[in-house]
């Protein structure tokens, strides 16, 4: 049995800038999703023949770190506590204080998707063609910002189960470390 390291999430204070590790993660998800969709633009026939070039790639880019921004955060505020911010609106835009929901994420993406295919009068499909390889990684770097946060613990394990895991605030019984799995096959396995 493990206890969770409990990270400190702020990775670096500047001042009055507290740079959070979840931040970090965020970063290091879009930038290997630059990357990746890049590298397509060079290597992959694909991009090609539907002729996408780095412009598309700097605009779907944008629009994804739009969606996942504002989805996440609006679907934060109104999956887990609509009456709160339903009651306080200006409270949505504190962002420092945090609350992400990845579902509202999810719904965020698709619908700067559906935005971007629409603009640039491309098939939807076409659009979630070219991105789907490119996501995989950034999933699991929001995984380890989770992992690092400390929350999203699985389920309870057995006592036996060696990398079974005590999280703070989840009761002195070990849990399983379901960021580490979602890391590990959502993440790393499809991409």
């Not at 400190?8 to 969709?37: I, R």
């Not at 996440?72 to 887990?80: A, E, H, P, Q, T």
């Not at 499909?125 to 070219?130: G, K, L, T, Y």
């Amino acid at each position: 049995m493990l206890i969770h390291p409990q990270i400190n999430p702020v990775a670096l204070q500047l001042g009055p800038l507290a740079v959070h590790w979840y931040g970090l993660t965020y970063l290091a998800a879009f930038g290997l999703f630059f990357l990746l969709a890049s590298k397509r633009l060079r290597h992959e026939p694909y991009a090609r023949l539907t002729h996408w070039n780095m412009r598309d790639v700097e605009d779907i880019l944008f629009a994804g770190v739009l969606g996942v921004v504002l989805g996440g955060r609006i679907g934060y505020c109104l999956f887990y506590q609509p009456a709160y911010y339903l009651s306080h609106p200006l409270e949505i835009a504190y962002v420092w204080q945090g609350g992400m929901s990845f579902h509202g994420g999810l719904l965020g993406v698709m619908a700067a998707m559906v935005w971007f295919a629409k603009t640039r009068q491309r098939p939807f499909f076409q659009v979630m063609d070219f991105v789907a390889p490119c996501v995989p990684t950034g999933l699991a770097a929001g995984r380890v910002g989770n992992f690092i946060n400390g929350e999203l613990w699985g389920r309870q394990a057995d006592a036996e189960l060696p990398w079974g895991m005590v999280f703070r605030g989840a009761g002195d019984f070990p849990r399983h470390p379901s960021q580490i799995y979602q890391f590990l096959l959502e993440g790393l396995l499809l991409f």
